[in-house]
């Protein structure tokens, strides 16, 4: 599978507080993948790494085939980056902080970005600390489809933007991805956002990624069990035994990744009897991914 | 294309402190001899103005190093410079790209020192035997300027912590090494240090000396 995002067992740690340990992740190119966590999960500085912003202490990160930090310049100049916070320079009218971006990117598509440019309806003269979040958001967004990127990392994109805002921005970046193939790599907490946009998904918890599966695996396979008469031990399972609740005399509630309708006929094999198979939504699978991930090994089953 | 657009946004959040310290450097001659504009020369009151205005030439050049190389990176440290370390470029060329429109900043002080001095240099008479020196001043105004920017660019741009490093270390040497050095009857390695650095060649020694602009 060509990559446009590779890390092999990334490990960085800063304090005591907080480490990405054993990371692993593999972007193909030409998706969109969403990066799912909880706040305070490490997406953020996951990405800081990728982008050559943080040094790690051990792993390799590849952007665009070039090796980070090695190679950091040529994997940035294919890469649009949108960061969790604005950061562009405050002191500059739109129109210059504009100009000065254009400069650093040969491949700047100027008809592109003035057609966001009238689409996101900004002021060319109001200065950048004037502009009002959602307005920041559009003219970030702006900047980084602008320079034609053949990856674009955006860190929580959307977070505090007001549905329509909302809305604009994810259309531009659908169309653009139409439009040019690129590869997106969207890290967000809000799991409904991503569930409509992605392909891809990789789910990180307390600086591990939990999993990593296309979108509609993930969708597909995450299933709410209603089991009866199910055995205390389990041996083998052909599905991946998520969680596992009592739910009145006999019966059980399961949450199970992996889930093919022929897997019924192993529930007569253990005598227990299948009621119920229930389809969970991205944000419950989400949920109940990051509840198994935190169990101690061994609990559920 | 590059290097333009970073003079620009440089000069768009530097150009009223620069504006101020031009001024200000700008006056330094005319102030001295301001009188002399008026009427007939009064050559020793002129000239110890002017070599008490002398004075006021390298503080006013660490003022312009500072200005410009501080100011340079504030508006990264606002948003913790990651726009910076976005860039597509190598590092150490985003800082030289950055240095050299500072260059450019330091040097329009310079430049209107040169002018003024230009000026009390056509207007005031000078007897025989003396002459006026604006090229030299200016020149020199400029190096010190440059001098001092430099110093000052290296600290903005570097690691808190290696700057943090630095100035302990300096400190150490000025408050602990003399009562060492008297100690061990050896010679104060602060005092060598600065005479190291004061004296010519040393980095410093153009801050140091006289600044006349007239002389024999």
């Known amino acids: ?301 | 294309m590059m290097f333009r657009a970073i003079l620009y946004v440089q000069w768009k959040w530097l150009r009223w402190p620069l504006l101020a310290v031009t001024l200000a450097v700008a006056a330094i001659p005319l102030v001295a001899a301001r009188s002399d504009f008026t009427g007939g020369t009064m050559l020793v009151p002129l000239l110890n103005r002017l070599e008490s205005a002398g004075i006021l030439y390298p503080i006013a050049a660490i003022i312009v190093g500072w200005v410009v190389a501080a100011g340079l990176w504030y508006p990264d440290r606002q948003g913790r410079r990651v726009y910076a370390m976005a860039m597509p470029v190598p590092r150490w060329q985003f800082v030289l790209l950055r240095y050299q429109a500072g260059l450019v900043l330091v040097l329009v002080p310079a430049l209107a020192l040169l002018l003024a001095t230009i000026l009390v240099a056509v207007t005031v008479q000078l007897p025989p035997g003396l002459h006026a020196y604006p090229g030299s001043v200016s020149l020199r105004f400029a190096l010190a300027s440059v001098v001092a920017y430099s110093m000052i660019f290296a600290m903005a741009a570097a690691d808190s912590t290696v700057v943090a490093g630095v100035v302990a270390a300096l400190v150490i040497l000025m408050l602990v090494a003399p009562g060492v050095a008297e100690i061990a009857g050896a010679r104060d390695p602060a005092e060598t240090l600065l005479s190291l650095l004061f004296s010519p060649p040393g980095p410093f020694a153009i801050f140091a000396g006289r600044w006349m602009l007239f002389d024999v």
């Not at chain 1, 006999?250 to 019924?264: D, I, K, N, Y």
Request: charged fraction near 25%.
């Open chain 1, 1 to 301: 599978m060509d990559a446009a995002i590779t890390v092999r067992d990334l490990a960085y740690r800063v304090g005591k507080g907080f480490e990405i340990r054993d990371l692993s992740l593999t972007v193909p190119r030409g998706a969109v993948y969403g990066f799912l966590g909880p706040n305070g999960a490490g997406k953020t500085t996951t990405i800081r790494l990728l982008l050559g912003l943080l040094r790690a202490q051990a792993g390799q990160v590849t952007v665009l085939g070039h090796a980070v930090p090695r190679e950091v310049a040529r994997a940035l100049a294919g890469t649009g980056y949108v960061p969790e916070r604005p950061h562009l320079y405050q002191g500059l009218t739109v129109a210059e902080s504009i100009a000065y971006h254009r400069a650093f990117y040969p491949r700047w598509d100027q008809r592109w970005a003035d057609e966001l440019f009238r689409r996101f309806a900004l002021a060319a003269d109001r200065s950048l600390a004037r502009l009002s979040k959602g307005e920041m958001g559009k003219l970030m967004i702006l900047q980084a489809l602008g320079q034609c990127p053949e990856l674009l990392v955006l860190d929580e994109p959307t977070d505090g933007l007001d549905p329509v805002v909302r809305r604009e921005v994810l259309t531009a970046l659908l169309d653009f991805v139409a439009e040019r193939n690129a590869t997106v790599f969207i890290s967000s907490h809000l799991v409904h956002e991503l569930e409509r946009i992605c392909d891809w998904v990789g789910v990180m918890d307390h600086g591990r990624v939990v999993a990593e599966l296309p979108m509609q695996s993930f969708k597909n396979g995450i299933k709410r069990l209603r089991v009866q008469k199910a055995p205390a031990r389990l041996g083998d399972t052909p599905f991946v035994l998520l969680a596992r609740e009592p739910d009145g005399p006999l019966a059980e509630t399961w949450v199970v990744r992996g889930w093919q309708a022929p897997m019924t006929q192993w529930f007569e094999g253990v005598g227990a009897t299948l009621r119920d198979v229930i389809d969970l939504d991205l944000e419950e699978g989400f949920v109940e991914m990051l509840r198994t991930s935190r169990q101690p090994a061994g609990e559920v089953a």
